[in-house]
């Protein structure tokens, strides 16, 4: 799968050269190419925004950059997904759909905003992280590169996706490893029973009752 990320910030992505990302990049499960919109600039200086029309604070990308940019992929067909507090919620059933994509495209704004126009022009998808505000949409990028790799073949195994939380419907049970004791606290006594069927059974029961303190919304099939 392929990911191409529209940005005025490339090195902001740094963090995606390390452990299981970065492995999975290196190992050519994943492409991860950063389109630097400032290249695209007609101008001298490399600017890249300008005032916004009818006034107020703050700069806005202009739209003949960010296209310019985006036509540099030369993939008419990827989908384009921006990165916006006005966007849908992302959530794990979302990041599974993006993940049967061959190829994505990610904007990224800073300042104010991107011209409107180029977004209505490119944009095939507008998405949110959360409801909050960020300095620029860099983080929500990494944000979803991060989740939608993990569903391709071969970056983490399947059956850690199959067993974690959402993926069935309930937060995850509690892990443990050595020691047996820690700070005078045991590990469950279960978890060491070697018999599958209990253990089983346990987990099971530790999930659900987790997520009916934590999360008692996701058992309500309540939306976000
Ligand atoms: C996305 C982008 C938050 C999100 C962003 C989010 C940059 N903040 N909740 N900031 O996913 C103006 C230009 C705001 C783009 C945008």
Request: charged fraction near 30%; glycine fraction near 8%; include cysteine.
């Amino acid at each position: 799968m392929k990911f191409d990320v529209l940005t005025l910030f490339p090195k902001m992505f740094e963090p995606l050269n390390s452990s299981i990302i970065g492995r999975a990049r290196e190992k050519n499960l994943i492409e991860i190419n950063l389109i630097n919109i400032r290249d695209f600039s007609k101008d001298k200086h490399k600017k890249v925004d300008d005032t916004p029309y009818g006034g107020g604070a703050g700069m806005v990308m202009m739209p003949d950059v960010v296209y310019d940019a985006y036509k540099s992929i030369g993939d008419e067909n990827a989908k384009v997904i921006y990165m916006s507090p006005q966007g849908k919620k992302l959530n794990q059933k979302k990041v599974e759909e993006l993940a049967k994509q061959e190829h994505l495209i990610i904007l990224c704004g800073h300042y104010e905003g991107i011209d409107q126009r180029v977004i209505d022009k490119i944009v095939d998808e507008e998405i949110s992280i959360g409801d909050y505000v960020l300095t620029g949409g860099e983080l929500p990028a990494m944000v979803l590169i991060d989740a939608v790799s993990r569903y391709n073949s071969g970056v983490i195994a399947e059956e850690s996706r199959e067993e974690e939380s959402f993926a069935n419907g309930f937060l995850e049970y509690p892990q443990y490893t050595r020691p047996e004791v820690f700070e005078g606290v045991k590990v469950p006594e279960v978890l060491l029973s070697g018999h599958h069927a209990n253990i089983e059974k346990w987990r099971k029961e530790k999930a659900i009752e987790i997520t009916k303190l934590k999360r008692p919304d996701l058992l309500k099939n309540e939306v976000q």
